[in-house]
Nanobody, 116 residues
Framework: QVQPVESGGGLVQAGGSLRLSCAFS????????TAWHRQVPGKERDLVAT????????YHLDSIKGRFTVFRNTTDNTVFLQMNNLKIEDTAVYYC?????????WGRGTQVTVSA
């Protein structure tokens, strides 16, 4: 019943910002890793960033380093992806996944569109 749900996507101009949220029904101590991914329609899905149970954050795309930030709230049931200085190539469907007991649970995604 982890069932992550993404929100916060939308249409923004290049240089703008969005904050994505990933909410899930699981306690912090049961979650191994929470991850953000993105996928352009018709292409393979990319891993964007991860945050572990201990709070270790890793950014996996050079193109987003310094612009995207992952953090979580105090209640440990929501993880955020703050996206600043957005570029048109950031346009994608953004997904969060939650790993529990070695098994991944995926959200349905939220659309981010960056216009020129």
């Amino acid at each position: 019943q982890v069932q992550p749900v993404e929100s916060g996507g939308g249409l923004v101009q290049a240089g703008g910002s969005l904050r994505l949220s990933c909410a899930f029904s699981a306690r912090r101590e049961t979650i191994d890793v929470t991850a953000w991914h993105r996928q352009v329609p018709g292409k393979e899905r990319d891993l964007v960033a991860t945050i572990t149970r201990a709070g270790v954050i890793t950014y996996h795309l050079d193109s987003i380093k310094g612009r995207f930030t992952v953090f979580r709230n105090t209640t440990d049931n929501t993880v955020f992806l703050q996206m600043n200085n957005l570029k048109i190539e950031d346009t994608a469907v953004y997904y969060c996944s939650v790993s529990k007991s070695g098994l991944p649970y995926w959200g349905r995604g939220t659309q981010v569109t960056v216009s020129a």
